[in-house]
């Protein structure tokens, strides 16, 4: 112990080895977490020389991922809508009865004015509610069609790839906000572990000053923090008891705070209904969705075309006219905001309770899959570079602080 005492005297600055451990292992956490998201896109000259965060960089292949879990372990489209109903979609379909009608008021208006001024004004309400009731049955009719063909309309794998596509930030927005307290556990116990590995570092040191130990020091202190961290986030993945202690990987300890923000990340970020109904529309998809309108549409005029009062406001000479231009503005508002199919993606399905709910049931593996790709992809460049890092700053320590030692080792 003297002996110790002795160095210590003659060199204080050998006290520091502990805390420039601690800012080491902090300071290479901070980075790795950092290199795992930016920059967005590529810095430097490809191949050789460069850097793009891991998860932008693999971001459609994280998205498609993540889409593969949630339509495999948590959604199904058909389960969704199993419990979906034309009956109950009343309140949404009432704007939408009431353009189409006002269209093809407007059209009868155009197309025979005598015809449709001389009913008199309780006829032409007649007109309208029948007009409307037929309208409100073809939609349902529509919705209906809709739902048994659904795997045909959406594609959520689809509609996942196009907004990453669109939006690189999406994937990393989405894994920083979900393991936001990962995260930020990483770059914590970097310094906590650090500090624990330069006090034993201190003792060697104090016994063996040879010239390599500070570096070799740093590398392993470098190493050691972000695989460390990593560990422990994930693992053990049940909880497991060690005498009075529970021990539990961090992210499963949060499976129901989890649950709650992807769910409401992914609803609102990704599978949206913006983003549901810009898909269909830009894929051969909208061609199929358009395809049942107009063969609904279809019926309903064939049903108006032997009805005695359609015929007595609308010569058969306009009618084909009519049916074309309805189905052309229907086409037109369809996706439109509050359109039809908006309105149908919004409210046909709740994904974001659905996928929390049946997130919150996963099973540690499964539910492990959530966030842990955003790591084990090329994670042990993470964990070379903070072992690379923490190797330079043994390097710079040896060579500012212990000049001594890097001569007499020489």
Same mark, same amino acid.
């Given at each position: 112990?003297q002996?110790f005492?002795?160095?210590?005297t003659?060199?204080?600055?050998v006290?520091? /080895?502990p805390? /420039?451990?601690?800012f080491?292992?902090w300071?290479t956490?901070?980075?790795a977490v950092k290199?795992m998201?930016y $920059?967005?896109e590529?810095v430097?000259?490809r191949?050789l020389?460069?850097?793009?965060g891991?998860?932008?960089?693999?971001g459609q292949?994280?998205?498609k991922?993540?889409?593969?879990l949630?339509t +495999?372990?948590l959604?199904?489209?058909?389960?969704l #809508?199993?419990g979906?109903?034309?009956?109950?979609f +009343?309140t949404?379909?009432?704007?939408v009865?009431?353009?189409i009608t006002?269209?093809?008021?407007?059209e009868v208006?155009?197309?025979?004015?005598m015809?449709?001024d001389?009913l008199?004004?309780?006829?032409q309400?007649?007109?309208?509610d029948?007009?409307?009731?037929?309208?409100r049955? +073809?939609l &349902?009719?529509?919705?209906?069609?809709l739902?048994?063909?659904?795997?045909?309309?959406?594609?959520l794998e689809?509609?996942?790839t196009?907004?990453?596509l669109e939006?690189?930030?999406l994937?990393?927005?989405?894994f920083l906000?979900?393991g936001?307290?990962e995260?930020k556990?990483i770059?914590r116990?970097?310094?906590?572990?650090?500090l624990?590995?330069g006090l034993?570092q201190l003792?060697v040191?104090?016994?063996?000053p040879?010239w390599?130990?500070l $570096?070799?020091? *740093?590398?392993?202190?470098g190493?050691a923090t972000n695989?460390l961290?990593?560990k422990l986030?994930?693992?053990p993945?049940?909880p497991?008891?060690?005498?009075?202690?529970v #021990?539990q990987?961090?992210?499963?300890k949060?499976?129901?705070?989890? &649950?709650e923000?992807?769910?409401?990340?992914?609803s609102a970020k990704?599978?949206n209904?913006?983003?549901?109904v810009e +898909?269909?529309?830009?894929?051969a998809?909208g061609? #199929?969705v358009?395809g049942i309108?107009?063969?609904q549409?279809? &019926?309903?005029?064939?049903?108006y075309?032997t009805?005695p009062?359609?015929?007595?406001?609308?010569?058969d000479t306009?009618?084909?006219?009519?049916r074309?231009?309805?189905?052309?503005?229907v086409?037109?508002e369809?996706?439109? $905001? *509050?359109?039809?199919?908006?309105?149908?993606? &919004?409210?046909a399905?709740?994904?974001r309770g659905e996928l929390m709910?049946?997130?919150?049931?996963?099973?540690?593996k499964?539910?492990? *899959?959530v966030?842990?790709?955003?790591?084990?992809q090329?994670e042990?460049?993470?964990?070379?570079?903070?072992?690379a890092?923490?190797l330079l700053a043994?390097?710079?320590?040896?060579m500012y602080?212990?000049?001594?030692a890097?001569?007499s080792?020489?």
């Open positions: 112990m002996a005492l002795d160095v210590i003659r060199d204080p600055l006290l520091l /080895i805390p /420039i451990s601690a080491v292992g300071f956490n901070v980075l290199m998201f $920059p967005t590529f430097g000259v191949p020389l460069g850097w793009q891991l998860v932008p960089a693999n292949k994280l998205g991922f993540s889409t593969r949630i +495999t372990k959604m199904r489209l058909e389960e #809508f199993e979906f109903s034309p009956e109950s +009343t949404e379909l009432g704007p009865v009431d353009q006002a269209e093809v008021e407007t208006k155009r197309r025979a004015p015809m449709w001389n008199a004004p309780e006829v309400e007649q007109v309208r029948m007009i409307r009731g037929e309208v049955a +073809t &349902a009719l529509v919705l209906q069609d739902k048994q063909n659904i795997n045909q309309v959406v594609d689809e509609v996942v196009k907004a990453i939006d690189k930030t994937v990393t927005q989405l906000e979900v936001a307290k995260f556990f770059e116990s970097g310094a906590y572990f650090g624990l590995f034993v003792a040191w104090l016994a063996y040879a390599w130990i $570096p070799l020091a *740093g590398f392993f202190v190493y695989w961290a990593l986030i994930f693992e993945a049940e497991k008891k060690i005498g009075p202690f #021990f990987g961090l992210f499963h949060r499976q129901h705070e989890v &649950a923000r992807f769910a409401e990340l992914v990704l599978l209904p913006d983003n549901i +898909t269909i529309q830009s894929s998809k061609d #199929f358009t309108v107009n063969r549409l279809d &019926a309903l005029f064939e049903r075309g009805h009062m359609a015929a007595m406001i609308l010569p306009e009618q084909e006219a009519l074309a231009q309805i189905q052309s503005r086409a037109e369809m996706p439109k $905001p *509050g359109g039809f199919l908006h309105t149908f993606a &919004a409210r399905i709740d994904i709910e049946r997130m919150k049931q996963l099973d540690p499964s539910f492990e *899959g966030l842990r790709p955003a790591f084990q090329d042990w460049k993470l964990i070379i570079a903070g072992a890092l923490g043994g390097v710079l320590q040896l602080l212990f000049e001594g890097l001569k080792g020489a």
